[in-house]
């Protein structure tokens, strides 16, 4: 896949957070970046944010949402 595309995580902040949680708001050991959004040419990368945020202490999935700004 990285052959005909590009992370934009990677062309942008480079975030290696792990996106994966499992529901628990502490690491656990082996967690990594899991969860990535590709573009190809024609797109370009302008931002990308994971997203942490809880609902009432919940969270909405066992992985953090991303987000990524591009323009095409």
Same mark, same amino acid.
């Given at each position: 896949?990285?052959?005909?595309? =590009? ?5 942008? /902040?480079?975030?290696?957070? +792990? ?8 690491? $656990? ?6 969860? =990535? ?5 024609? /797109?370009?990368?302008?931002? +990308? ?8 202490? $919940? ?14």
């Amino acid at each position: 896949m990285v052959e005909d595309f =590009y992370d934009v995580n990677k062309a942008t /902040v480079c975030d290696r957070r +792990f996106t994966y949680h499992g529901y628990s708001i502490q690491p $656990k050991e082996g967690q990594e970046h899991i969860d =990535y959004c590709f573009v190809n040419d024609g /797109v370009i990368p302008k931002g +990308f944010e994971i997203i942490t945020k809880t609902f009432d202490g $919940k969270f909405a999935s066992d992985h953090y949402a991303i987000l990524a700004e591009v323009e095409i």
